[in-house]
């Protein structure tokens, strides 16, 4: 089985500052793309950002300038970069990457558990 486990989530104030972290752990030959998506209150789960294992990125419109996604594949981990967050970032940060347990495995979709933002004064 493939884990994803991110941290880094917290209270912070609007124009604030928080980096995520999740790292994928288990049985992994390869992972492609990894990437951020978020779920407030009421909404359906939206992109916020991803990347592949080459470096290309993908940004949703809300975020452009603020956010920045990374990763370090020799540890199977992405990294989100948060700054001048707003009261509309508030929501649960979940962590998603597809993932190759094998060398001739199809790749699998894996999701973390959720890590709580909250953006407020």
């Known amino acids: 089985q493939v884990q994803l486990v991110e941290s880094g989530g917290g209270l912070v104030q609007p124009g604030g500052s928080l980096r995520l972290s999740c790292t994928a752990s288990?049985?992994?030959?390869?992972?492609?793309?990894m990437g951020w998506y978020r779920q407030a209150p009421g909404k359906q789960r939206e992109m916020v950002t991803t990347?592949?294992?080459?470096?290309?990125?993908n940004y949703t419109d809300s975020v452009k300038g603020r956010f920045t996604i990374s990763r370090d594949n020799a540890k199977n981990t992405v990294y989100l970069q948060m700054n001048g967050l707003k009261p509309e970032d508030a929501a649960v940060y979940y962590c998603?990457?597809?993932?190759?347990?094998?060398?001739?495995?199809?790749?699998?979709?894996?999701w973390g558990q959720g890590t709580q933002v909250t953006v407020s004064s």
């Open positions: 288990g049985i992994i030959f390869s992972i492609n793309a």
């Open positions: 998603n990457a597809d993932v190759k347990r094998r060398r001739y495995d199809p790749s699998r979709n894996y």
């Open positions: 990347i592949t294992s080459g470096g290309n990125i």
